[in-house]
């Protein structure tokens, strides 16, 4: 948008009662180039400036019915047209008059007679006024404009130098874990298959040799073989689950901390759901008290996205996380035994052409003064250090910038929050 550079012609309305004020001052403006309307009424000085507001009102004080003080009241009380300068037309010279005047928000005060070179002169300074307010506010939106794409760009510049850190780092460590891992996953079966042959061997002397010498019959009764042999077969498996369970963080983790270097593609909604919640798993469990949250999951069918995998993950990160963080929040501030932690993340498609993806908690909420400002960049109801402000603000641009679709807050009626992400299907095929 740029101010234009073509003549500025003034709209001026004239409003008087006398015919002979309209048709001298109208006649004198037009010849100073000056657009002019007329209205010999109050009220049609109104459907007048709600048709089409005029730059500047020429008001006569004293008219029947509707003076001009009541018309300049109905002017400023009208957000579209409370910017319009008026100027007073008056025989009365006393102060109350026109302090008066400006008080109904008139902005100059002419006595009649008057002389035309004064009515231009006054006429010409406040529209100059009116301009270069109007020029004014033109550059303060577009320092305002400049500075919120200065703190986007900043924004992505750190969340995307946050990723290649994160990146960097994780790739660094599965590396290191994945080594040993290897080397443990590889030697479980054979360790398993080991421990039950020995297991075996160990009966096979007992049904063989059942009195044993006074020494192999201590070490059974101080060892407790019976109970070891059974017990070591469930250790191996639980090391096994163990095992599972660090490659399956891994793999989350490779998932979460990818930077996608061919852009845009296919991925599962509920599989980038899963190992953002296999992830987060250890933060699953209130801090205070120690109790679990329960995840309930809705899953419907949905189609293969296309869409950055990387960035979606990171969304769900944030919404999750803040769902921890007023869960904890509720369990500190009330004193409930049957209170019960729990996020609900249902899916579904809506019309064939959207999927739909709720995150629900039933934690602390969000105030109704601040609902308004959770997407804005750098607010935070956190306490200093425990957040920057950028969580759901990079998560609504991810969404609604990278992906055209929506995220949207509510308030639970029940207590709790629900973030409601929708993005269309089809939007890169």
Known sequence: MNIPNKPFIADVLIVDDKLENIRLLSDFLSKQNYQVRKAINGQAALIAVQTLPPDLILLDINMPIMGGYEVCENVKNNPITNSIPVIFLSAGNEVFDKVKAFQVGGIDYITKPFYL???????????????????????????????IKLQNTQIELIQKEKLV???????????EINNPLSFIMGNL?????????????????????????????NFIEEHQIDFLSADFIKIIDSMRNGAERIR??????????????????HFEIHEIIDNVLTTI?????????????????????????????????????????NAID?????????????????????????????????????????????????????????????GAGLGLFTSY???????????????CPEGGSEFIIEVPISKYS
């Open 189 to 217: 079966n054979p360790a398993s298959e080991y421990s039950q042959n020995l297991i075996k061997l160990i009966q096979i002397y007992q049904q063989s040799f059942p009195d044993g010498t006074p020494e192999i019959r």
């Open 248 to 265: 399956s963080v891994i793999q989350a983790l490779h998932i979460f901390s990818r930077l996608d270097k061919a852009g845009i593609t």
């Open 165 to 175: 850190n994160a990146s960097r780092i994780i790739a660094g460590i599965s590396h």
């Open 326 to 386: 007023a869960l904890e929040a509720k369990q500190e501030s009330i004193v409930d035994d049957l209170f019960k932690p729990t996020i609900c993340i249902s899916t579904n498609t809506i019309d064939k052409n959207k999927i739909f993806i709720s995150i629900k908690d039933n934690g602390i909420g969000i105030t109704e003064e601040n609902k308004s400002h959770i997407f804005e960049p750098f607010f935070t109801t956190k306490l200093v250090g425990q």
């Open 281 to 321: 798993n250890d933060q699953l469990i209130l801090k205070k008290s120690s109790i679990s949250i329960s995840v309930l999951k809705k899953y419907a069918d949905l189609p293969t996205f296309i869409g950055y995998p990387n960035l979606f993950t990171q969304v769900l990160v944030n919404i999750l996380q």
């Open 397 to 411: 641009q991810i969404i609604t910038v990278l992906h055209k679709g929506s995220l949207i807050y509510h308030n």
């Open 117 to 147: 070179e004064e009515v231009l002169v006054r006429i010409q300074t406040q529209l100059k006024i009116q301009q270069l307010q109007k020029e004014l506010k033109f550059r303060n939106d577009q320092l305002q404009n400049m500075l």
